[in-house]
């Protein structure tokens, strides 16, 4: 009932910049929580930031001074500002929700991801 829909992934150099988005649409009636989590190759899904619907924000401390989580509600949209980027910071990113539906229910959402390589 809620689909989250990421873009602005790429290819990059050391030290450049991207800025993820993603949309979500649905019966939304509030979005509690807003994260992106990533899964490098080889390896499992892990939190990179999150954002709560006050703006509170979280970061794992290897994007700490990096990145830039932000959210704007009345879109239903959050962002991550990606920058110095390092080869490590390559995965796939995927955006993540929970909230509550207009009917009332709950959800917790995952967006199909978007591909980040950052090489020379």
């Known amino acids: 009932q809620v689909q989250l829909v990421e873009s602005g992934g790429g290819l990059v150099q050391p030290g450049g910049s991207l800025r993820l988005s993603c949309a979500a649409s649905?019966?939304?009636?509030?979005?509690?929580?807003m994260a992106w989590h990533r899964q490098a190759p080889g390896k499992e899904r892990e939190l990179v930031a999150s954002i709560t619907s006050g703006g509170t924000t979280t970061y794992v401390d290897f994007v700490k001074g990096r990145f830039t989580i932000s959210r704007d509600n009345a879109k239903n949209t959050v962002y991550l500002q990606m920058n110095s980027l390092k080869p490590e910071d390559t995965g796939v990113y995927y955006c993540?929700?929970?909230?509550?539906?207009?009917?009332?229910?709950?959800?917790?959402?995952w967006g199909q991801g978007t591909q980040v390589t950052v090489s020379s």
């Open positions: 649905g019966s939304i009636s509030r979005i509690n929580l």
């Open positions: 993540y929700a929970v909230g509550t539906l207009v009917s009332r229910g709950g959800f917790n959402s």
